[in-house]
């Protein structure tokens, strides 16, 4: 019964409505717009340097230590211009005791910052004691523990006979430079420009599937509960009418992409736009094709799944709450494609790169931070195809017997029942 | 000659029968009435007319053939409970109605024109559906019912809601549509409505066919046996009379219905007998209505033996 001229009807109808409304050209507006004003007002909170006027008194029990300490601050501007203000004494570990009573006032009323203590132990150990209201502080942490290891080490290979130079290579910290290996390439210096493009494309399909998914469900409700479907089926078959809105829908979903990934297009393929070495992308056309062929499989499979809800039930609320295990099939590959940034090569994964639903969500972000061999990015998309076909065909025969029923909300035993339906 | 004929369609949902094994025949040509309260199954043996539903067993022929899908290009279908995109402009909705019945281009734009212009809407062809008032919402509904050009008309209570302007208006279009040779099908539950379009009658009762045939033949048969009474004075005797079948007050008249239609005049003696002061006393005349409580309300109680009644 299925018939293509009014399929194509109903597509024209859906892009028509859809492309032209006022909440898809909003939307696709705004939400690079949204996206890159959290991504600002996140850098803006950590350049707004909130430890302006930090107050810390040091205080060492070994008197060379806190001369090396008091040599290796000073170079510092931040302690220079005032920015953060150290007082320095040495004390042994009574005299410490007492010297906390004094200040506790002072630091319980924020006069004072914290207390470091620099026992003798430290240049056996290294361990330094931290005292403050709040002791978790790891702005002050991250600032002033280069400079103190400095003094430590300084003062340590003092009478060792190393020259200078030893002295600092002894002092520097580990850093890691990444290179990406691939099989077609020499290995590469890596920024965390791919880190952020697996970021943008999971963040990216979680939205736009629960934005497009939810808005496809009210406009099968809308069409249900104003009865406009009666009109319609008595003029094309459901299934006509369901390829048509999914189609239509999906779509539209992957112009509205198109656009959202145009900024990531013209950086990877022209240059007008280049990125500073840190943000370097390693994104082909190749992956922006297969995100967005994998993309439209994905929709298309969701907005079954959402026109489902829709027609099972008769109003806003009850849908809400029969969404639910929908959303789970999408936040929960959310999640893990976030933590695909720790190791995009655990099993997990890489299990889930192949399972169905959450494929569609990690396998882009595995495939933006490793490379993944050709054979598994093409099953991933078989298995999505064929889970699409499942779904179409479940949520066609639930989907066929919902539209025309009102009435009490039905169990999930009885939307199991509608299966067996000849309608 | 029979343009749609429905033969033994059954339909169940959930163990309950909405449409228990119902055949009967639009004539071509006709205005048809699908008559019944609600709940009846009316809308579900409409349904599978249209092909909506598929029917558990039985089939509806059209001309002798089975029908499929391609009949719904050939159906113009007025739902009960009205149904328009509220956030599209009129002529929109008219042409993507239009177009899922596989018609498209300038003819139809102009013949939409000439629709909105024929029921005063012509200048709110660019408005939201939403904007207009509930009786031009169903204007609106109503020609995007027939704008395709359809054979067969399906209506489903379309005056409910209308003006008086405006339900003539309608009954107009109708009646021009059954001149044109449309096959017209009205589904109601309003009996004195059913009386005055249809020519033909089908009453469907609890899912089952209680009655059919020629509205006039029906109304003949029937009215042989009932008696419309104006009357003063005391008739309590007449209740367990060998004579009565029944007898129901509508109000301003007493519909009597007699065992025996032969008997007319020995009633209209028994009550001269009885000094009633009769005022009318109509052998010749039933209304549907009265029909539709004489079976309905045997088939209440307990199952109608005599099967469809015939005529």
Redesign the interface.
């Known amino acids: 019964m299925f018939s293509l001229d009014k399929t194509i009807t109903v597509i024209k109808r859906e892009l028509k409505d859809k492309l032209l409304s006022k909440t898809f050209v909003l939307m696709t507006l705004l939400l690079p717009i949204f996206m890159f004003g959290i991504l600002g007002f996140q850098t803006f909170l950590l350049t707004q340097e909130s430890d302006e006027g930090t107050i810390i008194e040091l205080v060492s029990e070994n008197e060379e230590v806190l001369n090396n300490i008091q040599k290796v601050f000073q170079e510092r501007t931040f302690i220079q211009n005032g920015y953060y203000k150290v007082g320095y004494s040495q004390k042994d570990k009574d005299q410490l005791q007492s010297f906390l009573e004094e200040k506790r006032a002072d630091l319980l009323s924020d006069k004072l910052t914290a207390i470091i203590f620099v026992p003798n132990s430290a240049l056996e150990n290294k361990d330094v004691e931290y005292y403050s209201k709040n002791p978790n502080n790891r702005t002050v942490f991250d600032k002033l523990r280069d400079m103190i290891n400095n003094a430590l080490v300084e003062t340590y290979f003092e009478d060792k006979n190393f020259s200078q130079e030893e002295i600092e290579f002894a002092g520097m910290r580990v850093g890691f430079n990444t290179f990406r290996v691939s099989t077609d390439k020499d290995a590469e210096e890596e920024g965390v420009g791919n880190l952020i493009a697996a970021f943008l494309f999971t963040f990216l399909l979680y939205f736009s599937l629960i934005f497009l998914g939810t808005m496809m469900m009210r406009a099968v409700l809308e069409e249900k509960t104003s009865k406009i479907v009666e009109v319609l089926l008595s003029s094309c078959s459901s299934k006509d009418l369901m390829t048509g809105k999914i189609l239509g829908t999906g779509i539209t979903g992957v112009i509205q992409m198109f656009i959202w990934l145009l900024p990531v297009i013209v950086v990877i393929t022209t240059s007008v736009f280049t990125l500073p070495q840190d943000f370097n992308l390693k994104i082909s056309m190749g992956m922006i094709g297969y995100f967005l062929i994998n993309y439209f499989i994905g929709l298309l499979t969701f907005l079954g799944l959402f026109a489902t809800v829709g027609a099972i039930f008769d109003n806003d609320q009850d849908a809400q709450s029969g969404i639910w295990p929908i959303m789970m099939l999408i936040m929960i590959p959310f999640f893990i494609a976030i933590t695909s940034q720790n190791n995009p090569d655990s099993a997990l994964i890489k299990i889930s790169s192949f399972v169905p639903f959450s494929s569609i969500i990690v396998m882009p972000a595995r495939m933006t931070l490793v490379e993944v061999p050709l054979w598994q990015l093409l099953a991933a998309v078989v298995i999505n195809i064929a889970t699409f076909f499942g779904i179409f065909m479940l949520a066609g025969k639930i989907y066929r017997v919902g539209i025309l029923r009102t009435g009490k909300k039905p169990s999930w035993s009885e939307v199991v029942k509608w299966f067996k339906y000849q309608y | 000659m029979i343009a749609l004929e429905v033969k033994n369609l059954t339909k169940t949902f959930?163990k309950i029968v909405a449409v228990d094994n119902a055949s009967f025949e639009v004539p071509e040509g006709s205005i048809f009435g699908l008559i019944g309260r609600n709940g009846a199954g009316k809308t579900t043996t409409i349904?599978m007319m249209?092909?909506?539903?598929?029917p558990?067993s039985g089939e509806v022929l059209l001309r002798g053939n089975k029908v499929?899908?391609t009949f719904?290009?050939n159906?113009?279908?007025l739902?009960e409970?009205?149904?328009?995109?509220?956030k599209?402009k009129v002529m929109d909705i008219l042409l993507?109605?239009a177009?899922?019945?596989?018609k498209k281009g300038k003819d139809i734009h102009k013949k939409a024109e000439e629709y909105l212009e024929r029921f005063e809407l012509l200048d709110r062809k660019n408005s939201k559906i939403e904007d207009l008032s509930k009786g031009n919402q169903q204007k609106v509904?109503f020609i995007?019912t027939i704008l395709h050009d359809p054979e067969f008309i399906?209506l489903d209570e379309p005056f409910s809601g209308l003006d008086p302007i405006n339900t003539n208006l309608l009954k107009e279009i109708i009646l021009d549509l059954k001149k044109q040779g449309k096959v017209i099908i009205f589904s109601t539950h309003l009996m004195d409505f059913a009386e005055r379009m249809c020519d033909h009658i089908t009453m469907i009762d609890h899912g089952k066919i209680i009655l059919k045939g020629k509205l006039t033949e029906i109304k003949s048969k029937y009215s042989q046996e009932n008696i419309s009474l104006n009357y003063e004075g005391d008739i309590s005797f007449l209740n367990s009379h060998p004579l009565v079948d029944k007898i129901e007050d509508f109000g301003n008249t007493t519909g009597i219905r007699i065992k025996d239609a032969s008997k007319t005049q020995e009633l209209l003696k028994l009550l001269v007998d009885n000094k009633v002061k009769v005022k009318r006393f109509d052998a010749n005349d039933i209304s549907l209505h009265e029909i539709f409580i004489s079976l309905a309300g045997k088939v209440e109680g307990e199952q109608l033996t005599a099967g469809v009644a015939n005529v």
């Open positions: 959930d349904r249209m092909n909506i539903y598929i558990d499929d899908h719904k290009d159906v113009g279908y739902p409970e009205r149904g328009l995109y509220k599209s993507y109605f177009e899922l019945k596989g509904q995007s399906i």
